[in-house]
């Protein structure tokens, strides 16, 4: 929240005139101006005077007063822009859509309940974090087509469906009240994905499209059941890092083992890195399964058999031709 200790008041020139840094060449490289402006903890609730400073490229406005932050229009420049810990309700009749070059957003904080009027055709990273947003409906790829990193965490999202962004790298969205997983087969170049303490009871919604995942934290959630875990052998060829302690699942005696017959490339599950041993050990389960199986099968379907039979030879597939191009005597790096 605004810092209230800080007294009220409008931006002047002296106040700008103190913020002002980093001397560099302007566009047309004839003329020198200042291009940084650090505005933070100001008490401002009012930024008119700042839209003749067309040059500035990196702006920080955060604990103020701002609900409006049109004046920002003129600031085409803009490629950084921070706004944390102000009182901005709503992106409609904001400046955004023609701040065309803006790379870099934060308005962490604030009072948002949706998205909508929010456009960043340029942005790579988007910070929403402690907003009260409820729906994610307005992140398409037209408005937002170089987006790589988008934070979340803190709002008040039910479910991760609306984002159709095929380019977002990292997806932080701790701290809701996700119950679904929806929508994600859409991301299939995320690598990172956060999801802890939410209030999820399974992991359906993992996609075999999300190729790229290799690092999953659900941690905190409400899983019980083994079962709600089968889906995260979909990540089989990618996922590197699995974190889901703080679930009920996780106290299981069996949950380690039954993580890695699923997901057997795993280099770490909570705290714990996995070790050759680990694998050996979840390989002879599969093993002893499948021998079962011929046994029982056409009655029982055991949820990980199938799945995790098949990640396992995929698996050993991948460390056989790697030991074979190092014996052949092939340089560079092998990737699974």
């Not at 930024?47 to 007063?65: E, K, Q, T, V």
């Not at 859509?97 to 948002?112: E, K, P, V």
């Given at each position: ?51 003749s400073y067309i040059h500035i490229r990196f702006l920080d406005l955060s604990n103020n007063h701002l609900a409006d932050l049109s004046p920002l229009s003129s600031l085409t420049q803009l ?258």
């Amino acid at each position: 929240n605004p810092d209230r200790s800080v007294e009220v008041q409008h931006l002047t020139q002296e106040i700008i005139s103190q913020g002002l840094s980093l001397l560099c060449r302007t566009g047309n490289g004839l003329a020198h101006a200042f291009v940084k402006l650090n505005l933070q903890k100001r008490g401002l609730d009012d930024i008119a005077a700042i839209n003749s400073y067309i040059h500035i490229r990196f702006l920080d406005l955060s604990n103020n007063h701002l609900a409006d932050l049109s004046p920002l229009s003129s600031l085409t420049q803009l490629l950084w822009l921070k706004v944390d810990n102000n009182a901005v309700m709503c992106f409609k009749e904001q400046p955004f859509a023609q701040l065309t070059y803006l790379q870099w957003l934060s308005i962490a904080m604030n009072q948002l309940t949706d998205v909508d009027g929010l456009v960043g055709p340029a942005l790579e990273s988007l910070n929403l974090t402690g907003n009260r947003i409820q729906r994610l409906n307005g992140f398409q790829y037209g408005s937002f087509a170089n987006l790589v990193t988008l934070e979340l965490r803190g709002n008040h999202l039910e479910t991760t469906d609306g984002i159709n962004l095929p380019h977002l790298q990292q997806l932080y969205l701790a701290q809701n009240a996700i119950k679904r997983l929806e929508g994600l087969e859409k991301l299939e170049r995320l690598t990172t994905l956060h999801l802890r303490d939410n209030q999820l009871e399974s992991l359906d919604g993992l996609s075999p499209s999300m190729k790229c995942l290799q690092y999953l934290n659900a941690r905190g959630n409400a899983i019980i059941d083994e079962n709600a875990l089968r889906y995260i052998g979909f990540l089989s060829q990618s996922l590197r890092v699995l974190v889901l302690s703080g679930n009920p699942v996780a106290e299981n005696s069996e949950y380690r083992i039954n993580v890695l017959i699923l997901v057997p490339q795993l280099e770490r599950l909570d705290k714990n890195p996995v070790f050759p041993e680990d694998r050996a050990e979840a390989w002879e389960r599969i093993r002893v399964t499948k021998t079962k199986y011929i046994f029982i099968f056409g009655f029982i379907f055991h949820p990980f058999d199938l799945v995790a039979l098949c990640n396992f030879r995929n698996f050993e597939k991948r460390k056989c031709m790697r030991n074979k191009m190092c014996n052949y005597g092939q340089n560079g790096e092998v990737l699974d």
